[in-house]
């Protein structure tokens, strides 16, 4: 079966600094990864998805994560954080079950310190 | 377009009473769907819509009940809370064509307590 670890679940970055939130996944198909950002009290939206070609996929809010197939990776990017990014970050996987079925891991909380 | 909407946003229950969830999409979507989130372990599926008139069990069914009323309309029923049940409930939808490409929708949540 499909999952999705993520390593931390809190990350602290400074404004300006890199952001590295990790993801790592398990698939007995070619899966389909997402990477989802919840705001305070707020649903899931969207940030970025991987389904096939390119493996290096740009999201919104200068997001930006690669599929490493080899290392079953798919970590989310940003070159500098700002204070907006504050958010709980959830990558999930796909493709394995006869329906729409998305596996979520556990989330990680960025906190973006001025 | 009002994407995915959720009625309560809050609700306080009594264990033992009961109460339905009611959610709602206007984007034509066949796949409905609704989660759970509790803090350290992600969102967990409860119960699933493929289309309507269809529903499947999640990792988490149990102490709960759906229905599909129409095509927009998925709702979720504690027929008896307990306090195992406070969480914060997501409903979700997806084209729904199968195909694993299409994100899913949320809408913003219904905080329950079950004291």
């Known amino acids: 079966a499909q999952s999705v670890t993520q390593l931390g679940s809190h990350v602290s970055v400074s404004e300006g600094a890199l952001v590295l939130l990790r993801c790592n996944y398990s698939s007995s198909v070619p899966p389909y990864l997402f990477w989802y950002v919840q705001y305070p009290n707020q649903g899931l939206q969207l940030l970025l998805k991987y389904t096939t070609g390119a493996t290096l996929v740009k999201g919104i809010n200068g997001f930006e994560a690669e599929f490493k197939k080899s290392e079953t990776s798919f970590h989310l990017t940003k070159p500098s954080a700002h204070m907006s990014d504050a958010a709980e970050y959830f990558c999930a996987v796909s493709g394995e079950t006869s329906y729409d079925k998305v596996i979520f891991g556990p989330g990680t909380s960025l906190s973006v310190i001025p | 377009n009002a994407g995915v909407t959720q009625t309560p946003k809050f609700q306080v229950l009594k264990t033992g009473q009961s109460m339905t969830l009611q959610c709602a999409q206007d984007?034509?979507?066949?796949?409905m769907y609704w989660y759970r989130q509790d803090p350290g372990m992600g969102l967990r599926l409860i119960y699933y819509s493929a289309s309507e008139g269809t529903t499947d069990k999640g990792e988490v069914p149990n102490g709960y009940n759906v229905s599909r009323l129409n095509k927009r309309e998925f709702s979720l029923r504690l027929e008896s809370a307990a306090p195992s049940q406070t969480s914060v409930y997501f409903c979700?939808?997806?084209?729904?064509?199968?195909?694993?490409?299409?994100?899913?929708?949320f809408g913003p949540g219904t905080r329950l307590t079950v004291t």
């Open positions: 984007m034509n979507h066949n796949s």
């Open positions: 979700a939808s997806n084209i729904g064509r199968g195909t694993f490409s299409y994100e899913q929708y």
